[in-house]
């Protein structure tokens, strides 16, 4: 058999991938400016920085840093200061209580901790709040009123945020609260010389100036009803808080002179409570335990003398303390017992300094212990506690056995937690003293009750501020008719390119028929993407390489030592000086947004990066791509410190 071997007649090729010639060498310059040839072109991906990301009150502090480094520059007639002030305040109207307890989750996110340590971003928001408060700005008030009421339960940063957020808006707000004074725990809880009342009172009467009605001594559920409110107001908001200290269930716990954290630190912030007698032993490992302890010794211990003397009668409001008693008050043992180490307690409820300075203002820490039992004595009052060590096994404690021993005191301060006080409100009740909301803070099965703060989740300030934030959006939409908005997970304000462009007089003009293939039309703002409120820039995506080691810039802190405490009621953190705050905020790598560096013109070796013209830059659209020119190397991304550069587009 034989194989025709007439050759079939082939269709001419459609399509090469590789064209005659490709197979030789070219010079060397050539081959690096063609290796690394891709189909894809820069694209410019507005992401959220991890500050934002875990700031739960939402701040856009890339942007405000942005101001303070002098990369936006404010508009003509405003201070950068006020533009950074207006632009954190867009989020939390709290910059100078923030800057100084917040425990600043931001900071332990921040890219830069891949680099010499973390920016100071509290620092920062500590020293323009201090701006604000000395320069006295306001807010504005709004242009438009709405005519819708809202009223707002508790006067806590949750209330108060939720009545700012709803104030700017147009909505009359008026404040419930029971007691005389505003601030929540933020005054009966946190000691003064940690949020300076004068700087609570300053940020507290900036938002009430705004035209909000504030009826103190009141409280809801026993001198209102819900009923009323509804009937008068078109929404409520309930920032209650937790009020009640949660107790221990091991005996001896009745005792007269065993009082809970809240209670001891409400009598001290009320001025009734100036000393305390024998040694204190504060149980709990939280911020309040912390507190508590750091109070005792500063309001120092007495002989006691009198029935007066003692502390649980001031506490309890039968009596206050007098000038004589603060007279004769010296350094007080105290003692804190922790069931965690001192590290992780360090690391996982207070900020590593604030351990240290209660240690050098002589508070004893007892770690890794547990209490076992009160021991009272005849009169029904604590003599002692016995205690024993114990091990963790996670969130659990196992005593170990053998190891029990009692450590006297005069005062036993439990501090192991709160819990709402839903007595009179008890249909608003989980059943386990808090209130249930969906993310956007609505009250799961009430139309047109939100509630945020610590009564829906026991944490901190900034998210008790956040869930005010998040639930006057939500207010907002539900008077005008509409369902509160889902959540994005990047959930703040964010920077928005489109506003920035408009405010320039550059918006984009209407598109009018599909657009492909086009740098040069002005219907779009080419290769921009805004994904903030989805994705978060992690370190891995930044050029660190461009950024050289800088030390950070450390707020200046007046140390007390030992019994010199006794009596001393003074701040101890000092605020950034202004050229320490701009060159601290110049640390700020602008995760997720263009930082005007010039690397990708100058690295381009096709010369299809420049810079936008003058007349039509806006902060965030610095840099463009001429398509025509562009090969995809990629190499404007590889050198993008920011990440705000991605390959993508496609042909
Ligand atoms: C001792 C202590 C130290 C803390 N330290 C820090 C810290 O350093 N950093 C930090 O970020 N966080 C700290 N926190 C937590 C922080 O204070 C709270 O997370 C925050 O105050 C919660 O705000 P809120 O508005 O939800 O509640 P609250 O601040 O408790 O305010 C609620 C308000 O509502 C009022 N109220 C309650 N029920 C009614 C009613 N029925 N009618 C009318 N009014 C009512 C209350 O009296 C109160 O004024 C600390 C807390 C404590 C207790
Ligand atoms: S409020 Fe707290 S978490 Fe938010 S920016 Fe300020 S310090 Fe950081
Ligand atoms: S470097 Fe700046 S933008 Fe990036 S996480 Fe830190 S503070 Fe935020």
Known sequence: MTANTTPVPQPAPTFRRFIDGDHEHRPWQEEIFNAS?????????????????????????????????????????????EYAFRRMTEANPFPAVMGRVCPAPCEDACNRNEVDGHVGINSIEHFIGDWALATGIGFTKPLNESGKRVAVVGGGPAGLSAAYHLRRRGHAVTVFDDHDALGGMARFGIPGYRTPREVLDGEIDRILAMGIEVVFNTRVGRDLTIAELEKNFDAVFWGLGTHKGLGLSIPGLDATNCITGLAFLRAFNEGRLESVTGQVVVLGGGDTSLDVATVARRVGHVTQVYEKDRPEPAIFGQTAHDV??????????????????????????????????AVREGVKILEGVIPLEGLKDPENRIRGIRMCRCKMDGMKQIPIEGTEFDLPCQLLVVAVGQKGDLGDLAELDNGNALITTDRRQCVAGRKGHFAGGDIVRPHLLTSAIGHGRIAAEGIDRYLNGEEPPQRSRVDGVHFNLIDRLHGAGLAPEPIHEPIRGTWTSRSAVHNYEDRAAQEIITHEQLFLAHFSSTPRILRRQRTVEGDDVVGDFGERLYALTEPEAVSEAKRCMSCGLCLECDNCVIYCPQDAVSRVPKAERVSGRYVRTDYAKCIGCHVCCDVCPAGYIKMGLGE
């Open 37 to 81: 040839w891709s189909h894809k072109c820069p694209t410019y991906v507005q992401g959220s920085s991890p500050c934002q990301g875990a700031c739960p009150s939402g701040h856009d502090m890339r942007g405000w840093l942005r101001i303070v480094q002098g990369l936006d520059k404010p508009p003509n007639g405003m201070s950068w200061q």
């Open 324 to 357: 004589a008693t603060t007279a004769r008050r010296k350094g007080a043992d105290v003692i804190l017992a922790l069931r965690r180490t001192v590290g992780e307690f360090s690391r996982k409820v207070a900020m590593p300094e604030e351990v240290e300075e």
